[in-house]
């Protein structure tokens, strides 16, 4: 139906053959290849270096910048600690500790686990796929800074004792109805941040699935990569039904909106759905990429194969579907249907399963293989050995009459320590030893290392394993003091004086981690002879990341393919050069992973910073009530992303194709699914629909939840202009898309036209659907708040919509965007699929439900 | 380990086409038990708001998770073909051809289809053990 853009496709022989690879590569071509590539890639200097976008330096920071923010709230927890250590302390005030434990929770969660893994990701990912970067540098880059911005806001508010203090989760009414701007700096401030890990699980995704070397067909990938798959889907999924609640949670504090008001018609339950809905995927978002450091480490230690490959791509994505059925288990108390909680126990039980499968896997990998304890081993014991106590805990407490025993006490304190620590610190500290030759190109000590192990190790069990008690002889959590005499004196005291060997762990840790190195000896390439392909960077480091993309037939091409380390250095695979000075890296097939076109990545640049501060002013401000100030940053946010898009993607390349090395030709620009950015477009969107299909659960949640909704006697959304509404988007989509295939078959007037008449009729759509619920009193009863939420929605999305039409035109006047050169058209009309279905929808609801329900 | 004839592009698409059918399959047990799990879950909270009749809900449930077994069933069963470990004898498919790839999305899916064929069962057990809506 489309027709071909006349674009080049691949050409030349693939794959390579033996004799190709074993043709030497003259000295002096390498040397000047080496020097060009070199150039294209080097990291800027000075005050510069802040404008970097490569993801070894992006990922740095990152990971820097969430252990940063852990070690902080590692220190709330240590007053926390301090505080329980004596019954009817007075250390801090109640008020005090509140902030502290919220804060700690928070911090521990959004600022650090999560962000970790993307950091993690963004930093080795490239390396284990031979790539040279994640496809998207200034989206990583973007993201980090984002992240950093929403990281200091939210934490620095505890300085000034403006700490949000409703607990971790934000329950209303408690946090609805607290004064100051706790709430709202919880709210804001996350989900900015959670903004940031939506785009940083784009970014892997895309990465995953598009930036492998040739050859590496998806049951060859490093399980690390399987993973990165399966928790960028579980964060699609996960994190927008948290942004939906906060989306209605910001409405009801700034507007008086009433979603979880039930004297006018709302309900907190709904808010305890949508947090938990996200909350308890996010555990497994949170253990899913630690343990894949596992998967990582063990068979190098092993010095075999990882037994079970096919068993632990099971249970990766086994345990990705089935912990979106465990939710309810937070909400064992709050009074379901007994038979309703027996569906969330059945499925808390279930998911042991596919865990065990892949420790098993690990078990069994060590036991076959001939295992050297190294360090890096030492930790991953340690966190199978805890992990596996927090999950026996954790099958108890899904057993609902358990729970309600040990609902809201220490023994759930000790049990989500034990998996976390476990599931998540101890084997990203491991990843830390592991990794750290790859990132620093030096060596941690292995005699410090032993110390914070054991410090750490014997301190968390001190720590945690009597809380267990503590919480079955009844102390409740979040309590900020006890009387003296009910048996929890002494355990809290032993808790207490564990939590500061654990500190001690972990500070020598991090003094190994950042004392000066530079006297140290330049390390071996491979000091732990892996088999992956991170192993193949450079010593001294090169930040091209790898001279030249290898062709990989196997699971550990290091072992397995003797010759491939020295072709590659040689400048024998493919894109060994940058003879236009411009950073590429090669795109290939999703499945078998053929190459399909070399990709433009960008390089170092001011406009993300820009875009960051800019984006953190919109989210921040309003916080504090300031709405202009938020909507001039806003304004400025979007020119500087326009900006960043319009001189930076889908440039017109200056020849259709080149040469890649070894005989191939592979076009430089595609359009459509074959392009990195429509596949970008097509997860967020993704992410976005999960989203809006939140909203609209919230709509049925309240008909479910209340005998009368709607209200009878309700005013209703105007029909004729619900109408209207539809009609225009129906007919927007229809000009959108038309402009697409007529811009394709070379009819670029017409398809301008369709472009200047497709945002007037989106923006009409989009008032259309204002007005019909114009007269509604959003603050009187969640009926036409929620019908008003709906509304903004898709009014906001239409507005991203027009301006990303007008982008379009504006690149098919200026040359941007040409019947051969469209992938700009190809992604607009893709985001609008999206809202287009998402308009129809809230038509239907709002014109459709009253008279149905 | 690379193939001995460089393939065709038609080929090629056809093949593609195949495989990410087999890659969507990977997926389908898995969704055919969060599809159960949603129905059981959104369907009995609906009745006990409501006050629906629940005996009526449960066996239609039942009937439900019948269907879902089968469904997964059937999925299993063709990754097992697909899988093909009985004449091939290679339960590990860390080859670097084409074929390598097939046999193991088969054993894959294979393997996640037992994994949701469990979870269905599990989820159907309180509609069989609790009675109503206390």
């Known amino acids: ?853 | 380990m690379t193939e001995e004839h460089q393939p065709r592009r038609d080929e090629d698409q056809k093949e593609f086409a195949e495989e990410q059918a087999s890659l969507f399959k990977i997926t389908l047990a898995p969704l055919i038990w969060a599809a159960h799990f949603a129905a059981c879950y959104g369907l009995v909270a609906v009745t006990c708001a409501k006050g629906w009749d629940i005996d009526a809900v449960r066996f239609g449930l039942l009937v439900a998770s019948g269907a879902a077994l089968c469904g997964i069933g059937w999925v299993g069963l063709t990754a097992w073909r697909q899988w093909n470990v009985a004449q091939t004898g290679d339960f590990v498919n860390r080859g670097g051809r084409a074929e390598d790839r097939h046999h193991f999305l088969g054993h894959a899916a294979f393997l996640l289809s037992i994994i949701s064929l469990i979870g269905v069962v599990f989820v159907s057990l309180p509609l069989v053990l609790i009675g109503g809506c206390q």
Request: hydrophobic share 50%; glycine share 8%; with cysteine.
């Open chain 1, 1 to 853: 139906m489309t027709r071909p853009s006349g674009l080049p496709q691949p050409e030349g022989p693939y794959p390579p053959t033996d004799e190709m690879l074993a043709e030497p590569v003259p000295k002096d071509v390498q040397e000047a290849q080496a020097k060009r590539l070199r150039a294209a890639w080097e990291t800027p200097k000075g005050w510069r270096y802040v404008t970097a976008v490569n993801n070894t330096e992006v990922g740095k920071w990152y990971c820097l910048t969430a252990l940063v923010f852990m070690l902080l709230a590692g220190v709330m927890a240590l007053i926390i600690r301090l505080q329980l250590a004596v019954p009817e302390n007075d250390l801090v005030s109640a008020d005090r500790f509140n902030q502290l434990f919220t804060m700690h929770g928070s911090a521990m969660m959004f600022l650090f686990a999560v962000p970790m893994f993307e950091a993690v990701s963004i930093l080795l990912l490239p390396g284990m796929l031979g790539a040279r970067d994640m496809p998207f540098p200034r989206l990583s880059a973007f993201g980090y800074w984002c992240f950093l911005i929403g990281g200091v806001f939210v934490i620095g508010s505890i300085f000034f004792d403006a700490a949000p203090r409703a607990g971790w989760f934000m329950y209303p009414p408690l946090a609805t109805e607290d004064e100051g701007p706790g709430s709202d700096i919880w709210l804001l401030g996350l989900s900015f941040i959670e903004v940031a890990s939506i785009a940083a699980a784009v970014e892997l995704i895309v990465g995953t699935l598009k930036c492998r070397p040739p050859g590496m067909r998806v049951n060859i990938m490093p399980l690390y990569a399987w993973y990165v798959l399966v928790v960028g889907g579980m964060i699609l999924f996960a994190f927008p039904p948290l942004i939906a609640g906060d989306f209605l949670f910001e409405l009801e504090r700034s507007f008086d909106w009433p979603f979880f008001d039930p004297t006018r018609g709302g309900d907190p339950m709904l808010w305890q759905h949508l947090f938990w809905i996200f909350g308890h995927p996010e555990v497994y978002i949170i253990f899913l990429p630690s343990i894949a450091i596992a998967a990582m480490i063990i068979p190098t230690v092993a010095r075999r194969p990882i037994f079970g490959y096919s068993w632990i791509v099971l249970s990766a994505v086994g345990t990705g579907f089935l912990s979106f059925g465990l939710w309810v288990h937070h909400m064992f108390t709050t009074g379901l249907p007994s038979i309703s909680l027996g569906f969330f126990s059945a499925a808390s039980e279930a998911v042991v399963i596919p865990t065990g499968i892949q420790i098993f896997a690990f078990l069994a990998t060590l036991m076959a293989g001939r295992v050297k304890m190294t360090l890096p081993m030492l930790w991953i014991s340690g966190a199978l050995a805890i992990f596996t106590m927090g999950g026996l805990t954790g099958v108890m407490l899904a057993l609902a009459p358990f729970d309600f025993q040990a609902h809201d006490t220490y023994f759930i304190v000790a049990h989500l320590h034990y998996t976390l620590f476990g599931g998540m610190v101890f084997p990203v500290i491991a990843g830390v030893y592991y990794f750290f030759p790859f990132i620093q190109k030096r060596l941690m000590s292995d005699r410090l290392g032993k110390w914070a192990f054991w410090l750490t190790f014997s301190g968390f069990n001190l720590c945690f394993l009597p809380m267990h008690l503590t919480g079955l002889w009844g102390m409740p959590r979040r309590v900020y003091t006890y009387p003296g005499g009910l048996g929890w004196d002494w355990l809290n005291l032993i808790s207490t004086v564990g939590a500061f060997v654990i500190a001690a762990g972990f500070a020598t840790f991090v003094w190994d981690l950042i004392r000066p190195k530079h006297k140290q000896a330049q390390i071996p390439r491979n000091p732990w002879d892996g088999g992956t392909l991170e192993w193949t960077h450079d010593v001294p480091e090169e930040a091209w990341g790898v001279r030249s993309i290898p062709h990989v037939t196997t699971r550990y091409p290091l072992w397995d393919q003797p010759d491939m380390l020295a072709r590659l250095d040689a400048g024998r695979y493919y894109l060994p050069d940058a003879e236009e000075g411009k950073r590429e890296t090669l795109v290939t097939s999703v499945i078998d992973a053929e190459p399909v076109q070399v990709q433009r990545v960008t390089g170092p640049t001011w406009i993300t910073l820009w875009a960051a501060a800019f984006t953190g002013g919109a989210f921040i401000f309003p916080t504090f009530s300031w709405y202009t100030p938020a909507t001039i940053s806003g304004a400025l946010a979007i020119c500087c992303i326009i900006w960043w898009l319009w001189t930076a993607t889908a440039q017109v390349p200056e020849a259709d194709s080149k040469d890649v090395g070894l005989g191939l030709r592979l076009p430089t620009y595609s359009a459509g699914p074959a392009s990195v950015g429509w596949w970008a477009i097509w997860i967020t969107m993704l992410g976005d629909a999960t989203a809006f299909a939140s909203l609209v659960f919230g709509f049925f949640f309240y008909w479910t939840a209340s005998p009368d909704f709607p209200p009878d006697g309700a005013a209703h959304a105007v029909p004729g202009l619900i109408a209207l509404a539809a009609a225009a988007f129906a007919v927007n989509w229809g000009l959108t898309v038309g402009a697409r295939q007529l811009n394709r078959a070379g009819r670029v007037t017409p398809a301008r036209i369709c472009l200047v008449g497709a945002p007037l009729v989106a923006a009409a759509g989009a008032a259309a659907l204002i007005y019909a619920v114009v007269e509604l009193e959003p603050a009187s009863h969640v009926y036409p708040a929620i019908l008003w939420a709906l509304a903004i929605w898709i009014a906001v999305h239409s507005g991203a919509g027009v301006i990303m039409q007008v982008y379009c035109l504006a690149g098919s006047l200026f040359g941007k965007l040409t019947p051969r050169y469209d992938a700009d058209i190809w992604n607009v009309s893709l985001f609008w699929h999206f809202v287009t279905i998402s308009a129809l929808v809230t038509c239907a609801v709002l014109g459709l439900a009253p008279g149905a329900l």
